[in-house]
């Protein structure tokens, strides 16, 4: 099937561009042992066939996936009016939805009649028959720190929680702002705001001082919970010290709220500064849910765009519940006794859906990890895995990649033999990492689901469901139900069949986020104001012959090389399929003649060494797999690339060290490791 991409003409012009000379150095290097690695791995096993197994394990199979996707998109609101009834409501809803999208004017409401309570949804509704059932399982940093949290005591948690924060002052409406790292008092908070009716808007434990306090200034939240440090990897998160910092910009907060977790020395400010078990010492257990309306706000989680400043992404509540609940459900094919495990942090929109309000909806066990993969070393995940029994298992490709990279062995001490599904999200798995999670995590039993979606989605948009859908490696494959995808090409026509442009969705989903907080305008510029009656993703995307969808990555990634089109993504995926790649990064630069030349940024795994010959290897080895427009102009090796704390690489930083213009980095005080940064800058190739 890679043959299949380089078309003949492709393949004659290779032949004549390799001269004589370095032709005999390509034929020793492109081993015998890679070449039958990708030939069996890539070309044999492309499509991956739904198995009996899958089919008897899965809820849904082909047959009904059909009929109720056609159905879903047919009678939409019947659709919706049923599968909404999977919450529990206080007041039912009449209304199912009431959607406007247009360039001038977008309204989105779902269930809006309805009201209801996000935090009962995920906790007293299972009181009644699942009390103490395990409802978090917390996972330390520190293999020995682990707690079993029943329904039971969430629910006491919680309530006592919602009290503390309602003798603050904390109603309804109010937005409280989150700045922890995972531990229990993360999720026991988030829900206590959601039992209130309070907004909580989570800021990501890595993120630093200045993104703090726009956030907190942006929504003029004038509460915050935080803890006098966090633990990770075994090292210390100055959380107490950034928020000291940040609230110097930030006259409006009134009240710091301070968890314990090290109990080291922290800066305290009186009348300001609360610690939390004093808050919640000597309140009740007991707290009457606040009734929400279906379109009061749950929670604002900021995203960065292309331009400007973060935005504040808004879900509300009916809608949001319903979506995240079900497609929990039916993607990851959730059973009443399977104990969950996706290893994001709950401050991205992935822990907020698939780590609290859809596994716990579900009355699901959901395991939450304070650590990293590799501490107190690599085989710490799957450590896990065999002590909990982990039977879905969900992460992001470039832990797949990181943990590849670090050879077979760590993975291969434990048995992993619970596991029954996986699962991916973040950005396009290539077909190398996709395989060797199936194989060699997966002990090749397990369906792999590979989750399309983004914070402004509030849940899955395009994935297989397992019993269903035949995988294919790299592909997020069909739409969730309710889902109807459209591709738009350059005029800005609707692709029919098979073909690529950019990424659209026609109509509205339950889960879609609502406005921008306080910049109803900015949402629809960004989402709506380019296709008319449509949503713009703003991602590319392919559809094949069978109708599955490739995500080529975001449509500012693409670089034009000589008036053509190359998505990021594939040469990244033809560098990492090499043998003795661990992962790269592909920007464009400034070409006089091209108009755009590529430069690859490239880690090897451990162990290789670069050199002129691997340089020379390389470029030939990506040109043979797309073609001649993609071969690498620069290649730059470097033991790292710069991520932000999510894993997302920061394409930004790379071009413009690539262009030469390190002067103009802008900020990088969201990097991981902002080191890694000024070695690039120094290892710099000149073009
Ligand atoms: C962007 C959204 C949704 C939770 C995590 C990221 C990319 C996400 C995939 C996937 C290809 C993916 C897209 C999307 N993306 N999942 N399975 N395959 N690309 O949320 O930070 O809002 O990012 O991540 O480019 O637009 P986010």
Redesign the pocket.
Known sequence: KVKKNVSRKVKFKVKKKVSRKVKPKVKKKVSRKVKSKVKNDIEKELIFKTRPEWIKAALVNKTKYQKKYSDSIKNNNEFWKKEGKRITWIKPYKKIKNVKYSKTDVKIKWYEDGTLNASSNCIDRHLKDKKDKTAIIWVGDNPNDTRKISYKQLHSEVSKAANGLKKLGIKKGDRVTIYLTMIPELAITMLACARIGAIHSIIFGGFLAESISGRINDCESEYIITSDEGVRGGKIIPLKINVDEALINCPNVKKCIVIKRTGNYINWVDGRDVWYEDLIKDVSNKCEPEEMNAEDPLFILY??GSTGKPKGVLHTTGGYMVYASMTHQYIFNYKPRDVYWCT?DIG???GHSYIIYGPLANGATTIMHEGVPNYPDWSRWWQIIDKYKVNIFYT??TAIRSIMREGDKYVKKTSRKSLKLLG??????NPEAWLWYYKTVGNSKCPIV????????GG?L??PQTGAINLKPGS?TKPFYGIKPSIIDKNGKEIKGAGEGRLCISQSWPGQMRTVYGDHQRFIDTYFSQFDGKYF???GAKRDKDGYYW?T??VDDVIIVSGHNLGT?EIESAFVAHEKVAESAVVGYPHDIKGNGLYCYVTLNVGEEPNGELERDLKLWVRKQIGPLATPDIIHFSPGLPKTR?G?IMRRILRKIAANEHDQLGDTSTLADPSVVQSLVDNRKNI
């Open positions: 995203t960065s994001a991205w929109v992935t992001a490709p991916t999200v973040g950005e396009p798995i590979d989750t399309w979606w983004q914070t402004e989605t899955i395009i994935s997020a993703t703003g991602d995500i990555g975001r993504a999510s997302k």
